[in-house]
């Protein structure tokens, strides 16, 4: 198999998404005022869905995010309540697709937590989790939530292993341990029943994620893969990363063959991250680079050229991370086929931007939006767990998005106890996560020995004065006889 370059010269063909355009919302339409995040980690830093923005901030002793509801746009209060319990920086935030209050977070502090905002936003700081999760031995750097089951979640640290919760339950039940270094992405298929790692060691892996088992690997000398993103059904993959001669590109690969990439395309020669984002209705790929302004957009096809280039948003602000609304939070009467949340950390500011297809009709454009993935989970965590896959459940777009909210998500209620996957108990070696922290339980195991001692002292006290009590007993009962 022999790989494909591909050239930048463009090749007109009849396409509906030819002259896609970005528009950046009106100033009164961003949110200003916001203090993001200036960590370096390697991820997005912001979360969308039809109800909130969230966006983890800079913070001073721990980690905290924003949540601002998505119609309340305009400069905010610098006294904006966050959502602030995690003790280490927070390192990636993702709502949960079917519960729209529902979002989840990982941080430094090794642990993943699940929130609950209430409607309408926050009105005063959260510190208190749905359910706090704690069974990696080092930091959480991705979390992702299971595209089509309602309870099941995703989380990858830097211990290199995944661990799948069950939030039914509030534990872990698998544990993914095939990687040797970090892991840098990780992406579903449709539904759910494969998924698609990247990783520090240079290869590439599609995971059955039930058994762990490994179905394709690909050791990628010549293309260092960075993202990985799953092209919807078309049983292919698209990674994007950087060359032999540190330029970046993306590679088109067949899922069930891993041995050589179908296509590579040299993308240019800056130095910043490339992120995928991938439209399964629109068949469009969105390539945003981390630290410049510049989204480019690309039509994916099963036959050659594969990749065909379209257009380039333009913008002079560099992107730190962007979020992406999900469809039934479009503006179909706009035409609008994607839209970005734009992270600007020297302006604090983000920035929608609409991807448009221009259209003359007022009606709507059912050829533009197909039936898409719905808020509604196609099964529970213990049906995916024994084993059905399921598609996701299908939405339309045409009459807007009035779904009746009778879905309720409830936490277990959970007991302190070890939590033990394939023979491990996970949280025997959990460490502290800073030297403060440290302290902080060196002290308290010092008081609870302390405590322990005293409590010794007083029972061993207790059974001395009962055993007399006895003795006496015997020896007065025969005069009493």
């Known amino acids: 198999m022999t790989v494909t370059k591909m050239s930048w010269r463009p090749t007109y063909r009849s396409s509906k998404f030819r002259n896609v355009y970005g528009k950046v919302a009106n100033r009164e339409h961003c949110y200003d005022g916001i203090p993001i995040t200036k960590n370096v980690h390697d991820n997005h830093f912001c979360a969308v ?164 088992r ?21 049983k292919r993959l698209l990674t994007t990363g950087v060359s032999r ?97 734009k992270l600007v950390t020297l302006k604090g500011l983000i920035e929608p931007i609409s991807m448009i297809v221009p259209r003359r009709s007022d009606t709507y454009q059912e050829d533009i939006y197909p039936m898409t993935a719905g808020t509604e989970p196609a099964l529970s965590a213990s049906e995916w767990l024994s084993g059905i896959d399921r598609d996701p459940v299908l939405m339309s777009l045409k009459d807007g998005y009035h779904r009746p909210n009778q879905l309720v998500f409830k936490a277990p209620v959970k007991e302190k106890k070890s939590v033990v996957v394939n023979g491990i108990d996970l949280l025997e070696n959990v460490p502290p996560r800073t030297e403060n922290e440290l302290l902080r339980m060196f002290f308290r195991q010092q008081d609870e020995l302390r405590r322990l001692k005293e409590e010794l002292t007083t029972k061993d006290v207790r059974i001395r004065q009962l055993e007399l009590e006895l003795n006496n007993l015997k020896n007065v009962s025969p005069n009493n006889v």
């Not at 729209?100 to 926050?122: F, H, K, M, Q, Y």
């Not at 990628?220 to 960075?226: A, I």
């Open 49 to 212: 869905n039809s109800k909130f923005v969230a966006v983890v901030t800079e913070s001073a002793g721990g980690g905290s995010f924003i949540v601002i509801p998505v119609s309340q746009s305009g400069r905010q209060d610098s006294h904006y309540p966050k959502v602030c319990g995690h003790q280490g920086n927070v390192l990636d935030i993702k709502w949960n697709p079917f519960f729209e209050n529902i979002i989840a977070s990982c941080s430094e502090d090794t642990s993943v937590r699940v929130w609950e905002i209430p409607e309408g936003g926050l009105r005063r700081n959260m510190t208190e989790a749905v359910l706090e999760l704690y069974g990696h031995s080092r930091r959480v750097g991705l979390i992702e939530w299971h595209p089509t089951s309602s309870g099941i979640l995703f989380s990858a640290g830097y211990d290199y292993k995944i661990l799948i919760w069950n939030l039914e339950i509030g534990e872990p039940v698998k544990m993914i341990d095939c990687h040797s270094d970090v892991i840098l992405s990780m992406s579903f298929n449709t539904d759910g029943s494969l998924l698609a790692t990247s990783c520090k060691d240079k290869k590439l892996r599609v995971i059955e994620p039930r058994s762990g």
């Open 214 to 234: 490994v179905l394709q690997q690909a050791s990628c000398k010549n293309h260092r893969v960075n993202r990985v993103v799953f092209l919807g059904n078309m």
């Open 245 to 341: 001669w540190n330029t970046r590109q993306i590679a088109l690969w067949d899922q069930e063959d891993l041995s050589m990439p179908i296509v590579e395309e040299d993308i240019d020669g800056l130095s910043g991250l490339l992120f995928p984002f991938y439209d399964a209705d629109t068949h469009m790929l969105y390539l945003a680079g981390k630290g410049d302004g510049n989204i480019r957009y690309f039509e994916i096809t099963t036959e050659k050229p594969y990749i065909q280039y379209l257009m380039e948003f333009r913008s002079p602000a560099p992107q730190k991370g962007l979020g992406v609304m999900p469809k039934h939070g479009l503006d179909v009467a706009a035409c609008e086929v994607f839209r970005f949340y």
